[in-house]
């Protein structure tokens, strides 16, 4: 048996508007019922999605999401299907914890006796005030400088680990998507190592826990009153943003990188190594992605790199998955991102919070995070589905 | 499935019988009237040619009437029944099976399994076995021999069309309609495919042909709608006309261009070589040498026209030199202000960089992009956008390029994809020779466009060697263009040169090496 798939020809605009707005409501729908099968009443359901909508921890997610739409968008878009972000951000939080840990600021041991000195002198935070070893850390440059360095670093470290599989792709022609999603179970593996051995803390609790030491709370981004977004968030989900638009509106590269993913032979045909588009697509995209991962460790409720215990749950939330679906609502348009960011950080958030209920309620439903993926999981399946119907007519064909 | 129907005789009568008749279609795209009430009868067992100039509306008309796009307003009519055909599937349904330009097949799958498909697409019951088994009558009734078990990736675009048209006679095709199928067939193979057209007629088919080339009409044709910018013009009876008077409806007022062009005198360039070329061996993507052993050199202000018959290593000849395809043997040599640069093996980005326009031989899938618009089809050119585009100076020079090629488009901020064929093609050879400065490469750098634009664009290559010391070497299967611009001749056969001639050289002459 054979499948054979051929590709539709279509102008319509209604579609790009149109696919993604009924995978949503038609997800939203499958979820519902899935959710009543298990027991949960439909409004428990509605109210719980519907106050992701409101919630003051939603923007936390946005700006993550515009971050890593707009990372994951300028790949596709070249037609290069880059998913590991997941890998990328952890990189990012490594990089960035690096220099928060070690060279925007350092911890040490002191005596148990000259604590308090320590404490009250300016630059120095207290990390673990044990009675036997206390550790402080110590600021040894700017903290606004060290956030910059941080940032810089986690862009870099994101952007040359998403070189690995550009330049397999590019030079040896090995398929990214398998290269992108394994290199992210690798990146989870180095990072439980870093952060268990290489990096582990001075503090007692870092002993106890496999992680590192906290950072510098003044190396941390500035959280937003109210919520959990932090003002750096934003403004680099602000900046990306605009860049790349621009990125692609002025200058050639954005417009070779656009055409990299319609008609790579015409790139090579005027002159230009489509090869290398390839590898910057993926630096760029990596660069963006490890931002994102510099954001989650700098984020004042993180601050630290922790031993993966269940690679479900790893300290990326998986948004790094979830940014695909963000793209993918977004037809690939950098400008849509930001709309499609919200939603999908609505339903996250208004899905976490319904299952925190349901666990209050029922405590021996469903438990762990299973729940909070169902409605993301319906919507990307129905949008894949609904994509693969317009954008293909698919005949069998059996021997 | 019956396929007995159409090939019994038919009787001369039927022939005033309109099989299909189009009554006041209108079709408007964004930006531009498509088709203006347009109004036209095909009779049954006619070869009917369509002509007119790049964006008449010729392709638009056909897909019409292949239920691509819906008309805005007007009817159709199919043996004086009224139909509404919305899909592929309602016109082959009709009798109706359009041949395009580009061969519909699936690369891995063998022909027969390729017809048997498309058969059950259009809701046919077959099988493999049925389809080879028709196959071979087929080749019995037409003479055409295409072995049902090949993989189609296998075969030449030739037999990939004809493939085609046996598709055309298994859906029991009444009327084949071709949109320019013709225009990349060698010579040769095109009078295989006018030869099978008559066939076909005298088995009571009908022939809808889409072309621009006027002999091609009149050799054909028994009678000829003309187009112009969405309206027809007139129908006329091929006996009954001429080549001039089919040429004055196509063109209208744009002829005078044609009268007046007139080449300029021989290059008076003196100087060295620019282009040498040396003992120059290339495979082809089968991995087979394509070609062995050439050398030549061309002149400043020079012009080399490579003539032969397709596929006897033109192509790869051609891409070697615009530094796409690798040289495993020989080198490649340009001068610049008097210094020499090995090119061999340097890449494309070197190549181009040094101010070579390059036409390549797929335009659609090697030259331009579809999803992007005319103006970013321009920019893509690392020779005409800096890091920052300034959009003003693009917009202004894609302008410049639209008038000047007669570009017929809505706006230059228009998605390529909505150009028809001739003016897509004009968008690339426009860009190309705005950035051919030293050397221009090219591979049927006229295909698909119309008289006026072709001699447009021949008149410019030409000039531009006269007047600014270009030079260029273009390979073409149509021998008349060579012959016109050419200042050296070379003939390819087996991938070798088989002869030089000098501007001037008979074409008995010529046409007996590339066939030796
Ligand atoms: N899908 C489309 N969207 C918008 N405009 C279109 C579309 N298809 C065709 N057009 C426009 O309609 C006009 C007629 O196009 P058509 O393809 O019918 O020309 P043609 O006679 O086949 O020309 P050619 O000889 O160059 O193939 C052109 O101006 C073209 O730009
Ligand atoms: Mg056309």
């Not at chain 1, 022609?173 to 989870?188: F, M």
């Not at chain 2, 519909?104 to 027969?112: G, N, P, R």
């Amino acid at each position: 048996m054979r499948l054979i798939v051929v590709k539709r020809v279509k102008t319509s605009n209604l579609y790009y508007i149109g696919i993604p707005v009924l995978s949503i409501l038609i997800g939203l729908v499958m979820s519902l019922l899935i959710f009543a099968l298990i027991g949960v009443p439909p409004d428990l359901f509605i109210r719980g999605i519907a106050s992701g909508f409101q919630s003051p921890q939603t923007l936390r997610y946005f700006a993550l999401l515009v971050m890593l739409g707009v990372a994951l968008t300028l790949s596709f878009r070249a037609s290069i299907w880059n998913v590991g972000a997941e890998g990328q951000m952890i990189w990012g939080m490594i990089a960035g914890g690096y220099i928060a840990l070690f060279v925007a600021a350092q911890s040490m041991y002191v005596s148990p006796g000259e604590l308090a000195n320590y404490a009250s002198m300016p630059g120095v935070e207290v990390i673990d005030a044990s009675p036997y070893a206390p550790v402080v850390s110590i600021l040894l440059m700017d903290p606004s400088l060290g956030k910059l360095l941080m940032i810089l670093f986690g862009m870099l470290a994101g952007g040359l680990w998403a070189l690995i599989p550009a330049v397999l792709k590019a030079y040896l022609d090995i398929d990214e998507v398998a290269t992108t999603l394994i290199l992210n179970y690798v990146a989870y593996q180095l990072f439980s190592h870093i952060a268990s051995y290489t990096l582990r803390g001075l503090s007692v609790q870092a002993k106890q826990f496999f992680r590192t030491d906290k950072a510098n709370s003044a190396l941390l981004f500035d959280l937003i009153r109210g919520t959990s977004v932090t003002i750096q968030d934003l403004v680099m989900a602000a900046v990306f943003f605009v860049a790349v638009i621009l990125m692609y509106g002025y200058t050639t590269i954005g417009l070779r990188l656009k055409i990299i993913g319609s008609n790579p032979q015409l790139l090579r045909s005027v002159g230009v190594d489509e090869r290398r588009y390839i590898l910057l697509a993926m630096f760029l995209s990596g660069m963006l992605a490890g931002a994102a991962g510099v954001s989650i460790f700098a984020s004042p409720g993180v601050g630290k790199l922790e031993k993966i215990t269940n690679v479900v749950s790893p300290p990326t939330m998986n948004l790094g998955y979830i940014a695909i679906l963000v793209s993918w609502l977004s037809m690939l348009d950098t400008r849509l991102v930001p709309i499609y960011a919200y939603i999908v950080a609505s339903l996250f958030q208004g899905s976490s919070m319904l299952q925190l209920e349901i666990n209050a309620i029922s405590p021996g439903l469903l438990t762990g995070g299973a729940l909070t993926y169902i409605p993301i999981g319906s919507i990307l399946i129905v949008y894949v589905v609904l994509r693969i119907l317009t954008d293909y007519s698919i005949r069998v064909r059996i021997r | 499935m019956k396929t007995q129907s159409l090939f019994s005789s038919k009787e001369e009568l039927s022939f005033l019988r309109p099989i299909i008749s189009v009554r006041n279609l209108w079709k408007r795209f964004p930006g531009v009237e498509a088709l203006k009430n347009v109004s036209l009868d095909i009779f049954s067992g006619e070869i009917h040619a369509i002509l007119g100039e790049n964006g008449a509306g010729k392709s638009t008309l056909l897909k019409i009437l292949y239920g691509i796009y819906v008309p805005d307003k007007g009817d159709l009519f199919f043996e004086d029944r009224k139909v509404v055909i919305t899909s592929p599937r309602d016109a082959v349904k009709n009798g109706l099976v359009l041949v395009s330009q580009v061969p519909q097949l699936i690369d891995s799958l063998t022909v027969a399994e390729n017809l048997s498909l498309s058969l059950r697409q259009f809701g046919y019951m077959s099988n493999v076995k049925k389809v080879s088994k028709f196959l071979s009558e087929k080749e019995k009734e037409y003479g055409v021999r295409i072995d049902p078990d090949v993989e189609v990736w296998k075969l030449s675009y030739t037999q990939k069309q004809l493939v085609e048209i046996l598709r055309a006679l298994l859906l029991d095709a009444k009327v084949i309609a071709f949109d320019e199928a013709t225009t990349l067939l060698p010579q040769t193979e095109k009078e295989k495919l006018y030869e099978f057209m008559k066939t076909f007629k005298d088995k009571g088919g009908t022939v809808l042909l889409v072309t621009h080339k006027i002999p091609e009409a009149m050799e054909v044709s028994d009678r000829v709608t003309v187009l112009r910018k969405g309206e027809v013009i007139g129908t006329v009876k091929t006996s009954e006309t001429t080549i001039d008077q089919i040429r004055y409806m196509m063109f209208g007022e744009r002829l005078t261009q044609l009268n007046s062009y007139g080449y300029g005198k021989l290059s008076s360039w003196e100087g060295s070589e620019t282009l040498t070329v040396r003992n120059l061996w290339v495979k082809s993507d089968y991995g087979v040498y394509a070609v062995r052993g050439v050398s030549f050199s061309v002149r400043k202000g020079e012009i080399l026209g490579v003539a032969g018959v397709a596929g006897n290593g033109q192509l790869e000849l051609i891409q070697a030199l615009a530094g796409l395809r690798r040289v495993e043997r020989g080198i490649i040599k340009l001068r610049i202000n008097g210094s020499e640069i090995n090119v061999t093996n340097k890449g494309s980005t070197l190549i181009r960089r040094l101010g070579i326009g390059y036409i390549p031989d797929e335009p659609v899938k090697k030259g331009v992009s579809l999803d992007n618009t005319i103006e970013e089809n321009v920019a893509v050119h690392p020779k005409l956008s800096k890091f920052l585009i300034s959009w003003r100076n693009v917009k202004s020079l894609a302008s410049n390029l639209v008038r000047e090629f007669s570009i017929v488009t809505p706006s230059t901020s228009a998605k390529a994809k909505v150009l028809s064929g001739g003016n897509l093609m004009k968008v690339l050879v426009a860009r190309e020779l705005t950035v051919s400065k030293l050397a221009l490469v090219a591979y049927n750098p006229t295909r698909g466009l119309d008289e006026v634009s072709a001699h447009y664009v021949r008149r410019l290559i030409v000039n531009k060697a006269v007047n600014e010391g270009m030079c260029a070497v273009i390979a073409s299967e149509d021998l008349d263009e060579i012959m016109e611009m050419s200042d050296v001749i070379v003939v390819m056969n087996s991938g070798s040169i088989v002869g030089v001639f000098k501007s001037g050289a008979s074409r008995e002459e010529i046409e007996r090496v590339m066939v030796s």
